[in-house]
């Protein structure tokens, strides 16, 4: 083994099943936490994919364990707990094996016929009116406990949430209003036809009220994992990442794995859809496809939509690529920007980057211009970094993490409501492949190129996490 596949080997031990820590406690620390720095970072990901019998054959199959990161008076005190799931419950029992996952097949053709596949509430862990909920693309919201993070249950938000309904794990909340927004994709058989898919959009208000504002019918069955909000619009860019209905067919009856139905396919071409708010018409805009999964952030500019994505090389990342996650590293994207003119047409520019991924902002710029992205990227095959994209110089910046040392979504936090962009600090929870642990690292978001403020150390090791969110309040 060359020292390469050796380090390599080491970053992949985030993929080993991690220990819950239910119970508070404080973490050890290198360097000093800012005093000014207070509040509590929610954090979701999958963290366990062999239990119970069930082997997962891609980590999206994984179950969700939301961590919290409790940070005041110079201290940080950590707790963790899976999602109290019907799939963690049955694993519990040693029925894993017969489970079904979106990429994962139970043992017997009887555990996949007809199954959808099982909620693992792995991806996003988001506070909004007094909830912390934990969301993925396979299942519906799950309420946590926002203190010692045990499961509540469901949430259907007093009945609102249609029952077969999704609730996509990329909400988006409007830092004027406190509205927060979100959609779900219905699919449903027609007797006088083909299947009938739909985007439907809702409106959750700062009391935690939910509406539908729009049901859109759409031609094909998407893979849509993201959008974005502006003052005026929900923003949902439709990449041709569709399911092919011979393929749901075979899945259906068990044959072959969900996830395996869908598949990029160019030549359906991809379309912008621009969702009012306040209702009334949408609007689509047709432009040349591209791939991506995740969204920074949109605005609007004299009558334009600008939307600002990641953009990936080709979808087999997200599927032949990923199934290897025990073996191989996978592949990043790099930073695009997508205008969409009042005239309909649709201007793209990409910024390269090192290859990288998990593009966040100051979310008190959602919905409106912002100046910087901070992106999770990797220089080199064990050189993993924080990017800063200043967009307004075109020029970047970035913090590089000790060789093997790998970081998830950053997140900034700004010293105080009305401090300037980029004046705060970045906290991104990495593995630490060379010590076998996980850390949690806060960065001067100015100077990010300096050694970290901080870093407090876990008490166990587990996978960083897909997304999360901070809240000032403890």
């Known amino acids: 083994m060359t020292l390469a596949d050796s380090q390599l080997a080491d970053a992949l031990e985030m993929y080993r099943p991690a220990q819950e820590t239910p119970d508070e406690t404080v973490l050890p620390l290198t360097g000093s936490v800012p005093q000014e720095l207070r509040g509590a970072l929610y954090r979701n990901g999958p963290a366990d994919w062999d239990h119970g019998g069930f082997r997962a054959a891609h980590p999206f199959d994984g179950d969700g364990l939301v961590v919290k990161f409790t940070i005041a008076d110079g201290e940080v005190r950590f707790r963790s707990r899976f999602v109290d799931t019907p799939k963690r419950r ?81 909400p988006r909340i409007d830092p004027d209003t406190g509205e927060l927004f979100n959609f779900g994709l219905d699919v449903s058989p ?15 208000d700062p009391n935690g009220g939910l509406t539908q504002i729009a049901k859109i019918p759409t031609d ?32 259906g009856l068990g044959l072959t794995a969900l ?63 990923l199934k290897k ?18 005239g309909g047409r649709v201007h793209v520019t990409d910024y390269p980057t090192a290859p ?6 100051d979310e008190r710029r959602t919905g409106h211009e912002h100046r910087y992205t901070y992106l999770s990227a990797q220089r080199e095959a064990d050189q993993n970094m924080i990017v800063k994209l200043d967009r307004a110089t075109d020029t970047q910046r970035g913090h590089t993490f000790a060789p093997g040392v790998v970081a998830g979504e950053p997140i900034f936090v700004p010293k105080n409501p ?17 010590a076998h642990r996980t850390e949690l690292h806060i960065l001067d978001a100015a100077a990010i190129e300096g050694p970290a403020l901080a870093v407090a150390i876990l008490p166990g090791r587990h996978f960083p996490g897909f997304h999360g969110s901070f809240t000032d309040r403890i």
């Open 90 to 170: 049955k694993e519990a029992r040693g029925r894993g094996a017969h489970i079904r996952g979106v990429y994962t097949q139970g043992k017997h053709l009887w555990d996949n016929t007809g199954r959808q596949p099982a909620d693992t509430a792995n991806t996003h862990a988001v506070i909004h009116a007094d909830r912390l909920l934990a969301l993925s693309d396979a299942g519906r919201p799950w309420e946590i406990d926002r203190d010692d993070l045990s499961t509540i249950g469901p949430c259907t938000f007093d009945g609102r949430l249609p029952r077969f309904s999704r609730f996509s794990p990329h």
């Open 259 to 321: 996830g395996d139905s869908a598949d990029y396919r160019p030549e359906q071409g991809m379309r912008i859809v621009l969702v009012p708010r306040r209702g009334g018409p949408h609007r689509i805009v047709e432009c040349d496809p591209l791939v991506y999964v995740h969204v920074d952030n949109a605005y609007e500019d004299r009558g334009d939509v600008v939307l600002d994505i990641v953009r990936h090389q080709d979808f087999d990342f997200l599927t032949a690529g």
């Open 418 to 434: 009305g401090a300037e962009e980029d004046e705060g600090w970045i906290l991104a929870v990495a593995y630490n492949s060379g």
């Open 325 to 342: 996650f025990r073996t191989q590293a996978p592949t990043l994207g790099w930073p695009t920007r997508l205008r969409i003119t009042q």
């Open 220 to 251: 094909h069955i998407y893979i849509q994992h993201d959008f974005a909000i502006t003052p005026t619009y929900l923003v949902f860019a439709l990449a041709p990442i569709t399911v092919d209905p011979i393929r749901a067919g075979w899945a």
């Open 190 to 204: 027609s007797l006088s036809g083909p299947t009938v898919a739909c985007l439907r959009c809702f409106r959750v």
């Open 356 to 361: 990288a991924e998990f593009p966040t902002h």
